[in-house]
């Protein structure tokens, strides 16, 4: 689960299990990926604040009652529960995220969910000159510093490709959300519809997005398809009616299981050196890594404000903190390995995403850096989250959706600009998913294994 309840707050955010989000009442969606939904539901029965276009997609795809939802407008500022104050700012990812900027007596809390950086967020006037206490940090990429381009070089470098193959039938892999700018960008340079599901249309014409999409076999060049139709043997099946090739604009290391396979290197998530821009602009009093990780905020620690005084009304809720002692009391009992027995009923039968480690190179100098001393609290409250993973003695996978990079990484990485992108990246570029954690089955694994340590 993608979410967070936060310590000293009345806030979660994507965090949807009401019996383990201890004193939360005030709860936020950042975006409609189905790895920040985990336990959301048609039977969802307190308010829940997000922005207005996922709001729309809430009650469209998950049937939330709308009388539950409560829209709030993306560059305003709200006052919610009479005593915390949120505004939502694009984040840059998908249709409908947003990141939340709260405010109240805990101090003033950026909570980014997931995030492309892009330069025209440092003219926010809400975030301009701010003292930020705590920063949560989307870290996807923070672990592999290697170049990632702009998405609009990545969508130019799809446009190249498809003028090398001009007789070509172009097949895209997305998911349910997300690249839709990149599918009227390519349909607008080409002159064509883009054909799709009938179900996506239906989403496609509730983001009121140009109409360039029709579900009329034959009647548009490019094909959008689920990510999971892109393997060999459906490449060979369209080939033989027509010349095909398929695209796959991520930011992930993929297994190409056919030549006509083509990886474009277009990622809804900010590189590295991105997040270094981002932390260094911004100068939080401190990083908290969304996809846990003790050795990632290391990387930013040369950016933080120097005042380091730790903000008012930290604390692990009550539930929590009892959780915590249980664990403790029960740590000599090695846990059922979930991530493994995840895994191996989540077999891809599509795109094969690739190990990280092939893709990671971690420097000496990192063996040498220590994380600097968290407060208990925040040490507790991540532990309980991840007991699982270390007990299993396996490496924590990465999350995205559609997949992404678990965080760690040197600190003395350059920043790179547009221009510093060659024209074609190579592959191992690309950054690794997390396929088997985004289960619902792991999810509700992990809540029955909470479940009877309670009551243990």
């Not at 939340?100 to 101090?107: A, C, K």
């Not at 990083?287 to 930013?300: A, E, N, R």
């Not at 063996?367 to 409250?381: D, G, K, W």
């Not at 547009?418 to 190579?426: G, K, V």
Request: charged share 20%; glycine share 6%; net charge neutral.
């Amino acid at each position: 689960m993608n979410g967070t309840v936060i310590p000293g707050t009345p806030i979660a955010v994507d965090f949807w299990s009401v019996r383990r989000a201890g004193g939360a009442r005030l709860f936020f969606l950042s975006h409609m990926h189905s790895d920040h939904t985990v336990g959301l539901s048609s039977t969802w029965s307190r308010p829940l604040y997000c922005s207005p276009l996922t709001a729309r997609l809430l009650h469209h795809r998950l049937k939330v009652p709308t009388h539950w939802i409560r829209p709030l407008e993306v560059g305003q500022s709200h006052v919610v529960g009479e005593e915390v104050t949120v505004t939502l700012l694009d984040a840059n990812h998908c249709p409908g995220s947003v990141m939340f900027l709260f405010e109240g007596s805990f101090g003033t809390i950026l909570y980014t969910g997931d995030f492309r950086y892009s330069r025209a967020m440092q003219h926010e006037p809400v975030l301009s000159g701010r003292r930020i206490d705590r920063l949560y940090l989307d870290n996807t990429n923070c672990r592999l510093q290697r170049a990632l381009p702009s998405r609009s070089r990545a969508a130019h470098q799809a446009a190249q490709l498809i003028r090398q193959h001009p007789q070509h039938r172009v097949v895209i892999g997305v998911y349910s959300l997300g690249k839709e700018e990149l599918l009227v960008d390519l349909a607008l340079e080409f002159s064509t519809w883009v054909v799709v599901s009938p179900s996506r249309l239906e989403q496609m014409r509730l983001l009121e997005l140009p109409e360039v999409f029709t579900t009329e076999e034959g009647a548009g060049r490019i094909h959008a398809v689920d990510v999971a139709e892109i393997r060999w043997d459906t490449l060979v099946s369209w080939n033989v009616r027509h010349p095909t090739i398929a695209i796959l604009p991520t930011g992930r290391p993929v297994k190409v299981t056919h030549p006509k396979i083509h990886l474009i290197p277009y990622s809804d998530h900010s590189s590295f050196s991105e997040l270094c821009e981002f932390v260094r602009w911004l100068k939080p009093c401190s990083v908290i890594p969304i996809v846990k990780d003790s050795t990632c905020h290391t990387s930013f620690q040369k950016y933080l404000s120097p005042d380091h005084q730790a903000p008012p009304g930290l604390g692990i809720p009550k539930p929590l903190q009892v959780s915590v002692q249980r664990q403790s009391k029960t740590k000599k009992q090695k846990p059922v390995c979930l991530v493994k027995r995840a895994a191996q009923r989540s077999v891809p039968k599509g795109v094969v995403y690739e190990s990280l480690e092939e893709h990671t190179e971690q420097s000496d100098g990192l063996r040498a850096l220590t994380a600097p001393q968290q407060n208990s609290h925040e040490s507790a409250f991540c532990s309980l989250e991840h007991i699982c993973f270390y007990d299993c003695e396996e490496e924590e996978p990465s999350r995205e959706q559609p997949g992404g990079a678990m965080a760690a990484g040197t600190a003395g990485q350059l920043l790179l600009s547009d221009e510093d992108f060659p024209s074609e990246l190579p592959k191992e570029y690309l950054l690794t998913p997390l396929n088997a954690l985004k289960q619902v089955s792991f999810y509700k694994a992990v809540e029955d294994l909470f479940s009877r340590w309670e009551v243990s």
